[in-house]
């Protein structure tokens, strides 16, 4: 089992900056590949980044070049360093973790953290 504990969201004026972060527990953290997602009202949940065990990073076209996932696996803890905020950035971020368990892939989600960018 892993939980997801999500902070770092708040109120941000556009082209400001916010650092989100999802703290896990349970083992193996550093086997898990991790994702941020997030979801405005009226809209799908979106991927926003991922980062696998290798650290290998993926992100949306439209975060490419501001947004930067990372991860510290000595303390369980993923990373989402936004730069350059839009107003259209203005979501819930949610955290998500993919184990592997035996031949079965998991998915874990975090409760969110609301990110609002005012313009």
């Known amino acids: 089992q892993v939980q997801l504990v999500e902070s770092g969201g708040g109120l941000v004026q556009a082209g400001g900056s916010l650092r989100l972060s999802c703290a896990a527990s349970g083992s193996d953290f550093s086997r898990a590949a991790m994702r941020w997602y997030r979801q405005s009202p009226g809209n799908v949940r979106e991927l926003v980044a991922a980062i696998t065990s290798s650290d290998s990073t993926d992100y949306a076209n439209s975060v490419k070049g501001r947004f930067t996932i990372s991860r510290d696996n000595a303390r369980n803890t993923v990373y989402l360093q936004m730069n350059r905020l839009k107003p259209e950035d203005t979501a819930v971020y949610y955290c998500?973790?993919?184990?592997?368990?035996?031949?079965?892939?998991?998915?874990?989600w975090g409760q969110g953290t609301q990110v609002t960018v005012s313009s």
């Open positions: 998500n973790a993919e184990k592997l368990l035996g031949s079965l892939w998991y998915h874990y």
